[in-house]
């Protein structure tokens, strides 16, 4: 019984120590740092506060609309017939193919 009276108090000294040094100033400023700071004061509304983002994430963000707006131009550009007027009825096609055929001729 008396071993593991021992053995309970040593892992509870263990336990709180290492309680202890997490709860440091300097691991809690790592963490905080980590987690939202570092990106100046900020913007606060109602509580919420708003900080600057990241140039590298403004970059991004550019170049995601860029890609997105010159996908849709593409796109229109090949295919702005069947957006404006419609797709082609089947039987259109048929009549397409055969005038194709007769000025081959």
């Known amino acids: 019984m008396a071993s593991r009276s021992a053995v309970g108090a040593l892992a509870s000294s263990v336990v709180r120590r290492a309680m ?6 300097a691991s809690l400023t790592q963490a905080r ?31 995601a609309g860029a890609t997105m707006w010159f ?16 797709h082609d009825s089947h039987w259109m096609h048929d009549l397409i193919e055969e005038e194709k055929k007769k000025l081959k001729a």
Request: cysteine-free; glycine content about 16%.
């Open 20 to 25: 202890m040094n997490n709860s440091s100033s």
């Open 71 to 86: 996908w849709v131009f593409y796109r229109f550009y090949h295919d702005g017939d069947a957006f404006i007027n419609g």
């Open 33 to 63: 740092r980590f987690a939202a700071g570092g990106h100046g004061p900020g913007q606060t509304y109602a509580g919420l506060t708003l900080h600057e983002p990241p140039f590298i994430y403004k970059a991004l963000g550019q170049l």
